[in-house]
């Protein structure tokens, strides 16, 4: 990216300059003073489209989040399911994306869209309000949290994988007889699988 002097530019420059920095430089490097830079704006400029730090971080989250709750299915299980896949897609397209959704509350207008889906279909499924809404947090929490594992798996150094397990010195039975199911894996059918049993705890309670 080459910062240069421009005319004019929207929030949604802005924001996209913001992803490209968060892509080449990490989150730490997200600010108001780099994005201006970037654009060839002052640090003054950039205020009058985004009053503070954090209210380009949630516009950035609003972009990211992004048709995520628009994702549809008849049925309220399957819906919950494709709500999640589509949540997950949309953290595994940027670096740092785990970090960014992290970085405050999920209270903008698309993560509320979101919220409100899975509320819906938790409720579809027999649930009361308060459950509901406690399942489709943990449904949050959950892709949030495996998305985080895939991305340190993507990103470990090599030799990091094949480094041989301390079970001489210290046995872990049980994990040794599953080592092979690479739950951190970026496969969707892992992914759903363990999420199917999430969603049919909290159906079943």
Known sequence: MK??????????????AAFEILEEKGFAAVSVRGVAG?????????????????????SMVEHLLAGVGDVSAPDWRDRVLALALALRAKLAEHSGSIVL???????????????????????EAGLRVDD???????????????SALEAARRTAPVEASVQQPLWSETRHPLVEQTVGLALDADGDHEFATMLGRVIDGFAQA
């Open 3 to 16: 910062p240069g002097p421009r005319r004019s530019v929207s929030q949604s420059d802005i924001v996209d």
């Open 38 to 58: 970037a654009l060839g704006l002052t640090p003054t400029a950039m205020y009058t489209y985004f009053a503070s730090k954090n209210a380009l971080l949630q």
């Open 101 to 123: 959704v992290t970085s405050g509350p999920l209270d903008g207008p698309n993560a509320l869209s979101l919220a409100e889906r899975l509320i819906e279909s938790f409720v």
């Open 132 to 146: 509901a809404a406690r399942a489709g947090h943990a449904v949050r929490a959950f892709v949030v949290g495996q």
